[in-house]
């Protein structure tokens, strides 16, 4: 029974995630004009995003001109693709950066590579 349940586990479809890591669904298939597909070329794509490793990397370096550019892009990737949770945490680096509250940047990072992390484990099983 197991290794039933773990298969369905490892090997997800893109529908069966579809809602779990876009939860406004519809807004993002009118954003692609309703090309699926290509929502999903880009959902799958984001575990290597060059914004996503880099926000990873340089997490605990206080370059905050950096750090405030690559959220601001990685933002704009999670917004496009309705990633709300990553979306509303990379805002919150930005923002706090640009208010120069860098012990508020310094959590809302933490908590955009959690979210990141999240989405990256529901996207690395799909089959």
Known sequence: KNS?????????????????IIPQKEQTINRFSGAI?????????????????RLQE???????????IVAHTLKGYAGNLGFDTLFQSTSDIVQ?????????????IEISIKNGKELESYINQLD
């Open 96 to 108: 706090a950066i640009r208010a120069k509250d860098y012990e508020s940047a310094k959590i809302a």
């Open 4 to 20: 039933i349940n773990r298969y369905k586990i490892i090997c997800m479809t893109f529908d069966d995630i579809f809602s779990i």
């Open 58 to 68: 340089i997490a605990n370096d206080d370059n905050w001109s950096e750090m405030e």
């Open 37 to 53: 597909d290509l929502i999903e070329k880009y959902v799958r794509k984001f575990p290597n995003d060059i914004n996503w490793k």
